[in-house]
């Protein structure tokens, strides 16, 4: 007496794997698609780096943030969007920097960044301290 040996998978175990695969694919899709919305927003905050360092300095040199604005107080002018693929515009008033992005990588050009200074500490003393709002924030592209 022979035993029927088997002959593959059944239907059922297929299907079993071919659920477990999409849910997976239904959560690890969207995280994906966030983790590079991230990565491609840190092109525009590199961008911004700058201009937060040189407003730090000019806070210290005149403690007044109304005179740190682009190509003022050591601040570099304001750079062209031609010289980024990651910013459109990006401003300085003030103190306050404002980076808008292009469209790029999952990133929407209303996705806008503001980094605001705001002065702490003893008035021979004082430091800044960096806050960002906006849809950056809002998003989840950065973090305060």
Not at 10 to 30: C, D, K, N, Q, W
Request: net charge neutral; aromatic share 8%.
């Amino acid at each position: 007496m022979m035993k029927k040996v088997q002959q593959g998978f059944t239907l059922i175990e297929l299907m079993i794997v071919i659920a477990i695969i999409g849910i997976l694919a239904a959560v690890a899709i969207p995280n994906y698609q966030n983790y590079i919305k991230k990565a491609a927003y840190t092109e525009v905050t590199g961008a911004m780096a700058p201009f937060k360092t040189a407003v730090d300095m000019c806070f210290q040199d005149g403690a007044d943030l109304t005179a740190c604005d682009h190509g003022a107080g050591g601040v570099p002018p304001q750079p062209t969007a031609s010289t980024s693929k990651a910013f459109n515009t990006l401003t300085v008033a003030d103190g306050v920097i404002t980076a808008t992005p292009n469209a790029y990588k999952g990133i929407l050009a209303t996705d806008t960044c503001v980094l605001t200074p705001t002065a702490e500490g003893d008035a021979g003393a004082q430091r800044l301290i960096w806050a960002y709002s906006g849809a950056c924030l809002d998003k989840g592209f950065v973090k305060n």
